[in-house]
């Protein structure tokens, strides 16, 4: 059962197509690794999927609820992180986990629970300004994770992360779907992370999905078009400079 | 409950200082007017509080009008600084109910300082004007009118904080209303009712005159709250 699914999903600004028609299938329990380039639509797609944007063309379906008609009930469902970490300044780690949790309703120990999920509990009574940048990130990521939502949607977690932190996040995403029984859309730009932490991956460039596959169908597909086979970098790249070089040729 | 949330956002902003020092500072207006102008305001003709409101209301209503838009800017700084809107539109609740919900604290906020300002005035009025026995009541009927008179004015500031992500800009185009509201001739019922020029008028002697206000009011309420309502459905469907 598809827990996100797409159809024909388009976005545009004026004459510039920021995502075009394209048809995502996410299964439920799983994680799925959103690849792309720099400006390839995968931040326009999730915000789509959370209403900060309104999609121009096609529709989507988020665990059989269909947006815009059942936005309400979607946001309820579903955590997420976007582009950068959203807080209040002027409030300390806990306080702002407290505010999403007034607004979920959920109970006073989700707090403790979310900021110990991520590493941030030495950490709660701190100012948000006052953060580094990891710690934003990470308060961020609790954010997304207080009341351990059934869908997760995070834009590239594990950016301003060091080593370590990379690590521990890239292993709690991965428990997420065992542990908590959760479906997780995760984008990056390192290929390296999408390997080590999704089961089904959607290569994105220029708002077109080149691909939509495991890992395994990824490597089948490369083999049958000639492109080198022996890591996911290599793959990626072959195929969006193929997708570059049809793009130009359109034009 | 969710007013409570939005008190929570406050917290380190420095409003609640605000509140309370702004009060203070209108209070002290008519205490220190009358100090030095007892013996003037003893040979004019009128109520206490009558006199004591036509001497003081128009800065008390200044300071009151300039705090508004400092605050209401504020409210909103704290949702754009560090892009908490951003997440706060991710969660399960309408962006119209957050504005709603902050527009009954800064309300609330008005109340407190006006609180305080009454006080000033009964207590300018107790110690210029002593013998009159209704001073704390007509002191509460002024602040009750003054308070009713400003609501239009919170709510006009808020959405012009909720559409200007720069504060400066929204905090900039305030001051600008504020300051033409100064400038718009009194006498001119129609031009009075600018939401920033409500502020400033004292409750009338004539009762027709302050019932028409009353509905003039309730009407600017209303348009108010619709251009809200849709402003933000606007908003999300361009986003």
Same mark, same amino acid.
């Given at each position: ?251 | ?103 009954? %604290?800064? !309300? #609330?906020? &008005?109340?407190? =300082?006006?609180?305080?300002? @009454?006080? /000033? ?37 808020? %959405?012009? !904080? #909720?559409? &200007?992500?720069? =504060?400066?800009?929204?905090? @900039?185009? /305030? ?40 509905? #003039?009011?309730?009407?600017? =309420? ?18």
């Amino acid at each position: 059962m598809n827990m996100i699914e797409t159809k024909n999903l388009k976005k545009t600004y004026g004459d510039f197509t920021a995502v075009e028609g394209i048809n995502l299938h996410i299964k439920k329990g799983s994680v799925y690794g959103f690849l792309g380039p720099n400006g390839a639509g995968k931040s326009t797609t999730m915000k789509m999927f959370l209403g900060l944007t309104k999609p121009t063309e096609g529709t989507f379906v988020i665990d059989g609820k269909k947006y815009p008609k059942n936005r309400m009930e979607i946001l309820k469902e579903v955590g997420s992180f976007i582009e950068a970490p959203a807080f209040y300044g002027n409030l300390t780690g806990e306080e702002n986990l407290d505010i999403v949790r007034k607004i979920l309703g959920l109970p006073k120990y989700s707090v403790e629970e979310a900021l110990d999920l991520v590493g941030l509990t030495q950490y709660k009574g701190r100012l948000a300004r006052k953060y580094s940048l990891g710690m934003k990130q990470r308060l961020g990521l609790a954010s997304a994770l207080i009341g351990k939502p059934p869908i997760l949607i995070l834009d590239e977690p594990t950016n301003g992360l060091d080593p370590v932190g990379i690590h521990e996040i890239r292993t709690l995403i991965r428990s997420l779907p065992k542990k908590f029984n959760c479906t997780v859309l995760v984008s990056s730009h390192l290929l390296s992370e999408i390997e080590l932490m999704a089961e089904d991956i959607g290569i994105l460039n220029h708002g077109h999905l080149l691909f939509e596959g495991t890992l395994e169908e990824l490597k089948n597909a490369a083999r049958l078009k000639g492109f080198p086979t022996e890591n996911l970098e290599d793959m990626f790249l072959a195929m969006i400079e193929e997708d570059n070089e049809r793009g130009d040729s359109r034009r | 409950m969710s007013g409570f949330l939005e008190l929570k956002k406050v917290k380190r902003t420095g409003l609640w200082p605000a509140v309370f020092g702004g009060g203070i500072l209108a209070a002290l207006v008519p205490i220190i007017n009358t100090a030095v102008r007892k013996e003037v305001f003893l040979q004019m003709e009128g109520s206490a509080l009558a006199i004591l409101m036509n001497e003081n209301w128009q800065m008390m209503a200044m300071l009151n009008l300039l705090f508004v838009a400092a605050s209401a800017c504020l409210l909103y700084h704290t949702e754009y600084g560090d892009n908490a809107i951003q997440r706060m539109n991710t969660l399960p609740q309408r962006e119209s109910k957050m504005f709603f919900d902050k527009f009954f %604290l800064l !309300s #609330a906020f &008005c109340l407190i =300082m006006f609180t305080i300002e @009454g006080a /000033g005035l009964a207590f300018s009025a107790v110690h210029c004007f002593p013998g009159d026995g209704k001073i704390l009541r007509d002191a509460a009927i002024n602040m009750g009118y003054a308070f009713v008179l400003i609501l239009p004015g919170v709510l006009f500031m808020l %959405l012009i !904080s #909720a559409a &200007c992500k720069n =504060m400066w800009i929204s905090l @900039g185009i /305030g001051v600008i209303c504020v300051f033409t509201a100064t400038m718009l001739p009194g006498d001119n019922f129609a031009l009075s009712l600018f939401p920033f020029a409500l502020p400033f008028h004292i409750i009338p002697g004539a009762k027709v005159l302050a019932e028409k206000y009353m509905i #003039a009011l309730g009407g600017e =309420m209303v348009l108010g709250i619709l251009a809200a309502i849709t402003f933000f459905k606007v908003r999300r469907l361009f986003a």
